[in-house]
């Protein structure tokens, strides 16, 4: 159910000849349109939430209520209901900004310490935190449903843009919180990381990561893979406080052995060392990734619109008994409205038919 | 006010923190949390990091993904310790792992051992790329899986070394989590347990989600390598500019029509400007020409400015904040974003704490995270009716902590 034309961040998200954000976001869905300015069109929502299980909007609270479709008004109709928002800064305090996934990840701290020193801050890519955010409610919901079967009763759940993102940058933002060290916050250059070894390495085609613990053994390991024992025993990188110490030296004068190869021949011969590495992958790469299909993180599914099987993303957790699927993709706006109206709220047609001439539904 | 998850009993079996997460995420709910800590070191954190118990002092991770939880020591070399374990999985409602399949299987652990002696128990896995295809018994970094996903090479400017962000596990410990609620709601009706997996992979895709699939749909070169800041498909939208001060300001004002009249007025351009005065102009044929010009005009104020302005006409617009913005926020307080704690030792100290809101059963912090072994003793007495005889016996011998 979408109140309006849609969202407007559509217009600027390029599509192909499918319109893939839509269908895929919404995939598994039906669709029932309804215009919400008018009473009747309030009146049909109230009278299917009072017969559903779940609640789930991220219109506002402030028009929520205005609609008459505020947490009170629906629980007091369905106490079982399980009512989820997701606001962008969550349910208490005065922040009512506009609340899109790159400003609300700018205000997490996140962005700024990416990157080399000077650069800009980075953002995470297309609709990373609004992921996360829908992850987050979806985990609320189901808890609160486990619940539900035991008490009986739904409650009122938010799950925040800004209080997920701020999840999201847990791995350094813990350790700013616990010591306010700017260290966490700033752009750290690789140049300079605690560990040199647990790095990103140029090779002559691409990148890759090199993730070797920065004791003795394993830098000795990782100078003979590269055909270099004799750094090991160099003064400047021989423990590990002395390779601290000129990490960046050590960084240069391994790009200058990395640069020599391809990332690929090296991961090869530091996986055989038993070393651990990997090529930076493209998008394209990840695309024919056969551990991504083998998974079924991607699938692929029929779509109506240009009447072919498109490539979608799958599902990121699978269940060996009761497995999800992409059964369908989206709907068209609006699609199932009278046969939802028909089954689930028993209407007859001259009812459906009345609301579609009073501009109710379309 | 109830617990979600109070009859639910997890034991814990992990060796990254974003496995401890998602066990945290359902101890908040109420979940009876046992973290098992291996004596015998099987499996050794694969991180950079020397283990949580070799660091000196206290550890705000272990903070974070330890909370609300009791810690079991136990010698999982020793046969009387593995033992236990299979014990305790016999009488628990969830198995949460992410230790390798091998070692897994030489414990007993796997899925098909332990659904034998209870088959109720939902069996979670966070992996490294997946359980099945080639790259199944990858080690469980999220560095290999960023390197996998396709978005390190472009998210930086053109030139500079790929980022690696460390965000995508995060994804993945929330999907854990879903999947095992799901997995015990599916238990209420059928009685079966299941395996639920999901690993870094899968995080790390989702996090990535719709430049992913834009990509599967329309391909194309610009998903491939990095574009210039200055060269971005639309002046107003997922752009940013320094200000004055060396901070930066970011805009996301999509349908830039909407924003125009507001926005012009702030930046101090003429809203009838022939060059700038439709959308199909600022992100067409002027794009580059406004992204120079709007960098004049950022830069000439310092960010402050910049922020005051946007609030007061409602743009969809911000500074980009470095974390003491967070650790600073009142709000972010209100709402239990971040919490202040007593840790014994330390005295007071910030956390993360809930990103969810639950009017019923809130999440609540019971206990601040556990040294190792902290509850082995009453762990063994309450869930496996060990007296404490029995218990001395076991410690004499090496197979608890």
Partial sequence: MRPGAGRAQHQALPVGDWNQYFLVINRNKKSLAVDLKKPEGRQLVTELAAKSDVFLSNVGNDNLERYGLGYEALATLNPKLVYATTTGYGPFGNNTKPSFDMTVQALTGLMTRLGEPGEPPIYLGMGSGDAYGGLMAAFAIVTALYQRARTGKGQFLDASLYGSQLFLAAPTLQRYLASRSQRESRQVSRRDLANPVWNLFPGSDRWLFVCVRDEDARFGQLCAAIGRPTLASDSRFASADARRAHRGELVDTLDEIFRGRTAGSWTDTLTAAGLVATPIQTLEDLAADPQTWANDYFVTAYCEEVKREVKVRGLPITLSKTPGLVQTLGPELGQDTEMILFETLGYDWDKIGELKSAGVIP | ?401
């Fill in chain 2, 1 to 401: 006010m109830s617990a979600a998850l109070s009859d639910v009993v997890v034991v814990e079996l992990a060796s990254e923190p974003w496995t401890a997460l998602a066990g945290a995420f359902l101890a908040d709910f109420g979940a009876r949390v046992v973290r098992i800590d291996d004596r015998a070191g099987t499996v050794s954190r694969s991180a950079d990091d020397p283990p949580p118990s070799e660091r000196p002092g206290w550890d705000p991770e272990a903070e974070l993904v330890h909370r609300n939880k009791r810690a079991v020591s136990l010698d999982l070399a020793n046969p009387e310790g593995q033992s236990l374990l299979h014990d305790l999985a016999r009488g628990a409602d969830v198995f949460l792992t992410d230790w390798p399949a091998r070692d897994l299987a030489a414990h007993g652990l796997d899925a098909a051992s332990l659904a034998q002696l209870n088959p109720r128990l939902v069996y979670a896995r966070g992996t490294a790329a997946g359980s099945k295809g080639p790259d199944a018994d990858l080690p469980p970094l999220d560095e290999l899986a960023a390197a996998r996903t396709g978005m390190m090479p472009i998210l930086q400017q053109p030139g500079m070394p790929p980022v690696y962000a460390g965000h995508g596990s995060m994804y993945t410990s929330v999907m854990l989590g879903f999947g095992i609620v799901t997995a015990l709601i599916h238990r209420d009706v059928s009685g079966e347990g299941q395996q639920v997996d999901s690993s870094l992979l899968a995080g790390n895709m989702y996090g990535a989600s719709l430049d992913v699939q834009a990509f599967l749909a329309m391909g194309g070169e610009r998903f491939l390598e990095p574009v210039s800041r200055l060269d971005a498909g639309n002046p107003m939208s997922g752009t940013v500019y320094p200000a004055q001060d060396g901070r930066w300001v970011t805009l996301t004002m999509p349908d830039t029509d909407r924003w125009w009249p507001a926005f012009s007025e702030l930046v101090g351009l003429d809203v009838n400007d022939p060059r700038f005065d439709t959308h199909e102009k600022r992100c067409g044929a002027h794009r580059l020409e406004m992204m120079e010009v709007l960098a004049e005009r950022f830069v000439a104020k310092p960010a402050d400015h910049w922020r005051q302005g946007f609030n007061a006409k409602k743009l969809s617009a911000d500074i980009i904040e470095d974390y003491s913005y967070p650790a600073d926020d009142p709000d972010a307080r209100k709402n239990r974003y971040v919490l202040d704690l007593d840790r014994p030792g330390v005295g007071r100290v910030a956390s993360l704490g809930f990103p969810i809101f639950a009017s019923e059963s809130p999440a609540r912090l019971e206990r601040t995270a556990p040294c190792t072994g902290q509850h082995t003793d009453e762990v063994l007495r309450e869930r496996l009716g060990l007296s404490e005889l029995a218990i001395a016996g076991l410690r004499g011998r090496g197979a608890i902590g």
